[in-house]
């Protein structure tokens, strides 16, 4: 699920849909999981690589990564056995962007 970007006043629709997006990332796992995801050389990861430095088991990573993944925050890549996750391109500016004080958007409307 991504927003449109937000030039005038939200749609009750769009409004939810925010919403929707604010409340998965208003996770702390989630939002380890997006930190640790971009924080890695290739910008990807896979479940192995993310259950230690959680202390999570490798069901409730996935558990995680399938709600990010939903939302539309992660795209996966399956290779042979592994998923390997990465952050996809548009999620966080979109959510950014649908926040955004500045007097531009403000005053777009």
Same mark, same amino acid.
């Given at each position: 699920m991504l927003? #449109? &970007? @937000?030039r005038r006043p939200l749609t #009750?629709?769009?409004a939810d849909d925010l919403a929707t997006a604010l409340k998965v990332v208003a996770d702390a796992t989630r939002l380890r999981l997006l930190g640790l995801i971009r924080s890695q050389p290739s910008g990807?990861?896979?479940t192995?690589?993310?259950t230690e430095p959680l202390g999570l088991t490798q069901p409730t990573v996935t558990h995680h990564l399938r709600v990010l993944y939903? @939302?539309?925050f992660l795209e996966r890549e399956? &290779?042979?056995r592994q998923t390997y996750y990465r952050? @996809? !391109?548009e999620s966080m500016s979109v959510l950014c962007q649908a926040l955004d !004080?500045? #007097?531009q958007l403000l005053a777009a409307g």
């Amino acid at each position: 699920m991504l927003l #449109p &970007r @937000a030039r005038r006043p939200l749609t #009750p629709e769009a409004a939810d849909d925010l919403a929707t997006a604010l409340k998965v990332v208003a996770d702390a796992t989630r939002l380890r999981l997006l930190g640790l995801i971009r924080s890695q050389p290739s910008g990807e990861a896979c479940t192995c690589d993310l259950t230690e430095p959680l202390g999570l088991t490798q069901p409730t990573v996935t558990h995680h990564l399938r709600v990010l993944y939903e @939302a539309g925050f992660l795209e996966r890549e399956k &290779r042979g056995r592994q998923t390997y996750y990465r952050i @996809a !391109p548009e999620s966080m500016s979109v959510l950014c962007q649908a926040l955004d !004080p500045s #007097p531009q958007l403000l005053a777009a409307g």
